[in-house]
């Protein structure tokens, strides 16, 4: 069974930065296009960043154009990052990493980001 455990998520100012890390376990990881996925209160859940078995790596227009997230991952690790630059309020959510093999799907349970002063 394929683990997935996020971390990294803290309170940070405006213009702050974190990275998000999510490492996985049980499973052959270099196999698995991981996703990174973020909730915010009352809204639906979206997906963010993307990378794929062979490091392509995908954002949504919203992200992209902003240009302040980047994925990537380390398969020696086992784990999949997300840096994020010059954090905003509207940033503030759950952050979760998806892990996506055929029909087969995994996700971790969440690390917390909040942005404020």
């Known amino acids: 069974q394929v683990q997935l455990v996020e971390s990294g998520g803290d309170l940070v100012q405006p213009g702050g930065s974190l990275r998000l890390s999510c490492a996985a376990s049980?499973?052959?990881?270099?196999?698995?296009?991981m996703t990174w996925y973020r909730q915010a209160p009352g809204k639906e859940r979206e997906w963010v960043a993307v990378i794929t078995i062979g490091s392509n790596i995908n954002y949504p227009p919203s992200v992209k154009a902003e240009g302040r997230f980047t994925i990537s991952r380390d398969n020696a690790k086992n784990t999949v990052y997300l840096q994020m630059n010059n954090l905003q309020p509207k940033d503030t959510a759950v952050y979760y990493c998806q892990a996506t093999w055929g029909r087969d799907e995994y996700w971790g349970q969440g690390t917390q980001v909040t942005v404020s002063s």
């Open positions: 049980g499973g052959d990881f270099g196999r698995f296009k």
